[in-house]
């Protein structure tokens, strides 16, 4: 099983599939791969990094695992991506793809979506501080300046590619909207105007962004000087 076989998996049966479970697990079995784990709460820009890396496997030497969306799921021995994202967006998006995900005869709670994404946004932030096997960056640095996030990431895991960063930020994002239309950034909807606006008024929200901007400092000063 390659890597997008396993993406296909996770996006049609979902994280907590205990088949799809074990068979993340499998990929991390020590092999002639470097196993890297792209994970990050849902709408952070994780199938962003995704494409990224699979436009730049250079002679499939990598393993490549996503969409896990849960701060438990790092695994210490292997090189793992974390993306720090603005928790409006964020979880917006998120909540946004789980509502078009979610039938229309099912009833949508937006509070208890949002309480569980408020919880699953924070247990990211308090894990993966001082995480030496976790490469943590921000989405503009991702999204912004991907070739420079590509050979940070490369030095930081001592990993050899000698491929050349050949794609712009554009051709990243084309191929995204090819592989993944549905996780492509696009206009904004009414339905994602509405979720926006619920949670510019959501009162925890307020109190989650500021514990986004202090960690979100330490990163961009950081990256400044990459």
Not at 64 to 80: K, P, Q
Request: net charge neutral.
């Amino acid at each position: 099983m390659n890597d997008t076989d396993l993406y296909a998996d996770i996006v049609v049966n979902g994280v907590d599939n205990p088949d799809i479970v074990n068979k993340r697990k499998l990929l991390e079995i020590s092999n002639d791969l470097i196993n890297i784990k792209i994970n990050s709460p849902m709408g952070s820009g994780n199938n962003y990094c995704l494409t990224l890396l699979q436009m730049h496997n250079n002679n499939n030497t990598y393993n490549l695992s996503s969409g896990f969306h849960r701060a438990d799921f790092f695994t210490e021995t292997i090189a793992n991506i974390f993306i720090l994202r603005d928790p409006y967006k964020c979880i917006a998006s998120g909540i946004e793809m789980k509502k078009n995900d979610t039938e229309s005869k099912t009833a949508f709670d937006i509070i208890h979506e949002t309480e569980i994404k408020i919880k699953n946004y924070r247990n990211f932030i308090n894990f993966v501080k001082d995480k030496d096997y976790i490469y943590s960056v921000t989405f503009e640095f991702l999204t912004e300046r991907p070739h420079i996030f590509f050979k940070s990431f490369l030095k930081k895991f001592n990993i050899k590619n000698d491929m050349p960063f050949n794609f712009s930020e554009e051709d990243i994002a084309l191929k995204l909207k090819q592989d993944n239309p549905s996780r492509y950034i696009r206009e904004e909807t009414k339905n994602r105007k509405d979720i926006d606006l619920f949670l510019s008024n959501y009162k925890e929200m307020k109190t989650l962004h500021k514990e986004y901007l202090q960690y979100a400092n330490i990163l961009w000063s950081t990256e400044s000087m990459i």
